[in-house]
């Protein structure tokens, strides 16, 4: 099993920024993509980044220009600079990798989230 916890969450006013952390631990043969996706209450869950191993990155069209994936391969870790939050960034933000466990079961993991709230 691979376990995912995401870290750094809180409160800040709007305009301001966060950086948010995933660490990725247990059996672990590999990681390929991982990524971070929100849910805001009464929403569906919805894709905020990705990047892929070799460090190519997607991001949702509402925070492109604001929000920066990047990752730290040595350590098994994902972070999300977020820059010039808005009120409607409020969510909760889930990790999510796509690993390859010590028995070579291949499956998407996902990590409990942390809540992000940014006032107006």
């Known amino acids: 099993q691979v376990q995912l916890v995401e870290s750094g969450g809180g409160l800040v006013q709007a305009g301001g920024s966060l950086r948010l952390s995933c660490v990725a631990s247990?059996?672990?043969?590999?990681?390929?993509?991982m990524a971070w996706y929100r849910q805001a209450p009464g929403n569906q869950r919805e894709l905020v980044a990705t990047?892929?191993?070799?460090?190519?990155?997607n991001y949702a069209d509402s925070v492109k220009g604001r929000f920066t994936i990047s990752r730290d391969n040595a350590k098994n870790t994902v972070y999300l600079q977020m820059n010039s939050l808005k009120p409607e960034d409020t969510a909760v933000y889930y990790c999510?990798?796509?690993?390859?466990?010590?028995?070579?079961?291949?499956?998407?993991?996902w990590g409990k989230g942390t809540l992000v709230t940014v006032s107006s």
């Open positions: 247990g059996r672990i043969f590999s990681i390929n993509a």
């Open positions: 999510n990798a796509d690993a390859t466990d010590l028995s070579f079961t291949y499956m998407p993991y």
């Open positions: 990047i892929t191993s070799g460090g190519s990155t």
